[in-house]
């Protein structure tokens, strides 16, 4: 089963803050692709954040698999 998310960089969330930590978000998101967790990633346009396509079994794998973000998922 696939599921889109949707994500934005926190409010209140300096850019100089999130610096240190994109290169591990963008890691963690070549893992989960290399392991066919994630299909397809698309960067906003409209403001920091990307939409994620995601291949999981359910809802709560997908919760699972963002957990292990620098920055965690929200439940």
């Known amino acids: 089963m696939q599921f889109l998310s949707i994500s934005q960089r926190r409010k209140g969330f300096a850019e ?3 610096a240190g930590l ?3 978000e963008m890691e963690r998101a070549r893992e ?3 392991q066919g967790w994630i299909r397809q ?3 906003r346009a409209d403001m ?3 939409c ?3 291949e999981a ?3 709560e794998q997908i919760h699972e698999g963002g957990r292990h973000f620098p ?3 929200p439940a």
């Open 32 to 34: 989960l692709y290399s």
């Open 22 to 24: 994109a290169e591990q």
């Open 16 to 18: 100089a803050d999130y």
């Open 71 to 73: 920055l965690p998922m």
């Open 52 to 54: 994620l396509l995601w």
């Open 57 to 59: 079994e359910g809802e």
């Open 48 to 50: 920091p954040g990307a």
């Open 41 to 43: 990633i698309w960067h």
